[in-house]
RNA sequence: GGGGACGUAGUUCAGUUCUGGUUAGAACGCCGGCCUGUCACGCCGGAGGUCGCGAGUUCGAGUCUCGUCGUCCCCGCCA
């Protein structure tokens, strides 16, 4: 039983490619095994529903298709049943001509009969299996999390749920189960995980959807090395046993300050070299007032080498990359292309050969390579330099895509100001707990407190995230008042937590996976929305079932809720 | 919220600028016919178009202008 992949009708003779999730066989009709199938045989068309008996049998000598492999036998019939028929489908499922994603989208089921489309989400099955079946085998139990749930103040926008039984309150969808884990711990389940389904009401890309799938888990008793080995192992055994592919353990590890200064990003991608490098103290002993300017004014001069770059890089292109640099907020982009004659560059005439020499050396640049060079304020200057380097190397087809390239990063900030909201807030979560040094300098620094925290970034991707908690009321009290939150604000958002820390919180910390991304990274597709049964366009709209969509006045006032504004919705596009 | 690319048979695209002009083409798919070893079968014939939508310029718009809708990518945003 299966679907009709392609026809072969010779006349007296047809034969039939049928497909079902597993593969291809060929089906041969011939009148001389049985005629009136052969006959009916004549009708069959491509994406029919067919059944058929009849017997297996080696192919013909010479008549193997070693493309199939199923190609050394087939299907002799005797019997041909027709299950279903179909109208010419919008797009040719055999994949001969790929269709818009929009029209795939719209049509998903006959997308997912597809071999590769349904080859991706099976692989993603396989990997939540094999996540599921190391977390059960070590000790972690899977709980379940209320989807509708309490909107919070941090983070992303949330989606609401007007309550009916309630009416003008509303449950938010959760951006993550956070909270819920922490009360799992300070009740003592220990170790909790959970594959679940986060929703965040913000713009789309290609690596985020609206409602996305986490690895989730939390445990007690630990600190930040615990979490990051189980998180490391579970990463190995899958890999190893989805992939056939090692990683190297243990993980490397990089702090934050660290991956910035070296990288310029807290996401290396670590898969190649070309690491920034500070280059202030030579160039503000030159003579070029630009660079003068910046490091007086705090600034930094920092530099990436392209190894045998110069030839790479025409005006135009580094022209490009200028402009590229102007969209980071640099002021510009200084070059030197070295040549067996020395510097080739607008900052010839104010360097001396001594600090050339020094530059050369620092950058360990040789003829033929070529010099990039920011000078703005420490942020500016890794930021732009840091997307250059992945930039390049994309150009220079540097990377290596074999490989699967994992690092991570420790340590970030605990709290950034906001600009536009004037006030400071939680880089990670306002639940994550500061590094236990910094805590003295919490209230006069708060910026300089480092947290707990720890992010997992694989090809320069990052793929997870998590932190140990606090635990302890005083400081959890301290955190929101940092934030700027009021203690009557704190107690009317938070007060459940608070009220929990009251009563026996152990240490307790956890981590994230971004699952459709692993599983999109692990598959080699592109968009997480292949990995995705179901997804959504980058409006967070669904072209099969059209939500969003209106619904009835008789709805609404059972919520008591009224629209304004665009009231007007088609029901059906065209 | 901002920037960019795209929108033409069922599908994927060409045609669109410089230079508006008779009947808008191709491939795959679809329909009919022929064919006993095909496997992207082959051969012969055929149908199929509101050029996303709306306005404007023009004697005349797929082509120029403005608006609008949709898709994708990026920035902002995503604790």
């Avoid at 087939?74 to 040719?92: A, G, M, S």
């Avoid at 956070?178 to 170790?191: S, V």
């Avoid at 007032?289 to 790479?312: L, N, S």
């Avoid at 900052?347 to 990039?372: H, Y």
Wanted: aromatic share 8%; hydrophobic share 40%; glycine share 8%.
């Amino acid at each position: 039983m299966g679907w009709v992949n392609s026809r072969r009708d010779l006349g007296s003779l047809i034969f039939i490619d049928l497909r079902d999730r597993e593969g291809i066989t060929q089906i041969v009709f011939d009148p001389q095994i049985e005629k009136v199938s052969h006959e009916h045989a004549h009708i069959l068309r491509n994406e029919w529903v067919v059944a058929v008996k009849g017997t297996v049998s080696r192919r013909l000598e010479g008549q193997e298709n070693a493309s199939l492999p199923t190609g050394d036998i087939e299907v002799k019939v005797t019997e041909l049943k027709i299950l279903n028929r179909t109208e010419t489908p919008p797009f040719q499922v055999d994949g001969a001509v790929d269709a818009s994603e929009s029209l795939r989208l719209k049509y998903r089921y006959l997308e997912l009969r597809r071999p590769e489309a349904f080859n991706t989400l099976r692989n993603r099955h396989l990997i939540a299996s094999c996540i599921r079946k190391y977390l059960n085998g070590n000790g972690f139990i899977e709980v379940e999390t209320p989807f509708l749930t309490k909107s919070t103040p941090e983070g992303a926008r949330d989606y609401l749920v007007p309550s009916r039984v309630s009416k003008g309150l509303f449950y938010a969808l959760p951006q993550s189960p956070q909270l819920f884990k922490q009360l799992l711990m300070i009740a003592g389940f220990d170790r909790y995980y959970q594959i679940v389904r986060c929703f965040r009401d913000e713009d789309l890309r290609a690596d985020r959807q609206p409602e996305f799938t986490q690895v989730d888990l939390e445990m007690a008793f630990v600190d930040e090395d615990q979490v990051m080995g189980i998180f490391e192992d579970m990463m190995s055994v899958t890999f190893s046993e989805i992939l056939g592919y090692q990683i190297a353990l243990p993980i490397k590890r990089l702090e934050y300050r660290e991956a910035m200064d070296r990288f310029g990003t807290d996401r290396p991608d670590t898969r190649f070299g070309m690491e920034l490098k500070d280059i202030t103290d030579i160039a503000a002993g030159s003579d070029f007032r630009m660079f003068k300017g910046v490091v007086e004014d705090g600034g930094v001069v920092k530099a990436i080498t392209i190894k045998g770059g110069a030839p790479a890089f025409s005006r135009k292109g580094l022209d490009e990359l200028g402009e590229m640099a102007a969209g980071c907020g640099a002021k510009g982009l200084a070059w030197i292309k070295l040549t067996d004659n020395g510097w080739q560059s607008s900052l010839n005439k104010f360097f001396g050969d001594g600090d050339k020499a020094a530059v050369n050396e620092k950058l360990d640049a040789e003829p033929g390579d070529l010099i990039l060079i920011v000078a703005h304020n420490r942020k500016i200057v890794n930021e732009s330099l840091g997307v250059f380097r992945v930039e390049v190397a994309k150009r220079m087809d540097l990377i290596n895509t074999d490989g699967y390239d994992f690092v991570w990063i420790t340590r970030f900030p605990l709290l950034e100001y906001n600009e536009e909201a004037k006030r400071l807030e939680a880089v990670h979560h306002p639940f994550t707990a500061p590094v236990e040094e910094d805590l003295p300098i919490l209230e006069d620094y708060p910026e300089k407190v480092r947290a707990r925290s720890y992010d997992l970034v694989l090809n320069g991707a990052e793929i997870g995230g998590g932190s140990v908690r606090i635990h302890d009321l005083a400081i959890q009290q301290k955190m929101f008042s940092i934030l700027g939150i009021l203690p009557e604000e704190a107690q009317l958002k938070f007060g459940f937590l608070l009220e929990a820390l009251k009563y026996g919180a152990p240490p307790h910390g956890g981590m994230a996976l971004g699952f459709d991304r692993l599983v999109a990274i692990m598959t080699g597709v592109s968009s997480i929305r292949e990995v995705i049964a179901f997804p959504k366009t980058t409006s967070a709209t669904c072209p099969l079932t059209n939500a969003p969509s209106s619904v009835d006045n008789a709805q609404l006032k059972e919520l008591g809720l009224q629209l304004v504004g665009r009231e007007q919705h088609t029901l059906f596009d065209k």
